[in-house]
């Protein structure tokens, strides 16, 4: 099993439309959460940071749900611009800053 | 402020050629990585450095090296290259926050190509 899993997608969906992601993970231990954007071909880029209280930025929410081991993205409003490839990131602070990334899961917005 | 940089950008080599890659971070930051993407996977950890003069191995390391002889630089180091290296090889860079978490930030990656 994985550390860190996500569905891979892809999720296909119109402008406007609200979509939601999710991301499990199975090291107890772990203690920060990231969303991390990935465009084709590109560096990955941090979205945002996911805090245990659920956080807010814009037109993307996450959340984080520790006794399940799970955390979320969703993202309102869909843009054309929102097309890429989402990576769930966790971290373990003892672990020398090393960070275990998911295989991403591909959101297309179409118009 | 660049941030991190990767040279080169893109590579081609033969089976069983040697070559460097170089990053270099402008942030101060005290962590730094390489790992490699292949199509349609995610990201694989190949070594890390927590700070200057120090590196480790991460998931994948097996015919890499890497040195941290400065702060600001980690080069990541393919002694006799094989097709199975063929990727994308990003680098990125990591402080602690106030908050005890690691934010990275990742350069723009070297594809290359073994043949």
């Known amino acids: 099993r994985k550390e860190v899993e996500q569905d891979p997608g892809p999720f296909n969906v119109p402008e406007g439309a609200t979509v939601a992601f999710n991301c499990t993970y199975s090291n107890s231990a772990s203690q920060s959460f990231f969303w991390y954007r990935q465009d084709c071909r590109k560096e990955p880029k941090l979205l945002m940071s996911?805090?245990?209280s659920g956080n807010e930025d814009g037109r993307f929410t996450a959340q984080l749900n520790r006794a399940s081991q799970y955390i979320s993205l969703l993202i309102r409003d869909s843009k054309l611009s929102d097309s890429a490839t989402y990576l769930c990131?966790?971290?373990?602070?003892?672990?020398?800053?090393?960070?275990?990334f998911g295989d991403g899961t591909t959101l297309t917005v179409k118009p | 402020n660049a941030g991190v940089t990767q040279t080169p950008k893109f590579r081609v080599l033969k089976t069983g050629q040697s070559m460097t890659l170089l990053c270099a971070q402008d942030?101060?930051?005290?962590?730094m990585y390489w790992y490699r993407q292949d199509p349609g996977m995610g990201l694989r950890l190949i070594h890390y450095s927590v700070g200057e003069g120090t590196t480790a191995k991460g998931e994948v390391p097996d015919g890499y090296n890497v040195s941290r002889l400065k702060k600001q630089n980690f080069l990541l180091g393919l002694e006799s290259a094989a097709p199975s290296q063929t990727s994308v090889y990003f680098c990125?860079?990591?402080?602690?926050?106030?908050?005890?978490?690691?934010?990275?930030?990742f350069g723009p990656g070297t594809r290359l190509t073994v043949t």
């Open positions: 942030m101060n930051h005290e962590y």
């Open positions: 990125a860079s990591s402080f602690r926050t106030s908050g005890n978490s690691y934010e990275q930030y």
């Open positions: 996911v805090y245990s």
């Open positions: 990131v966790v971290n373990i602070w003892t672990n020398a800053g090393k960070s275990t």
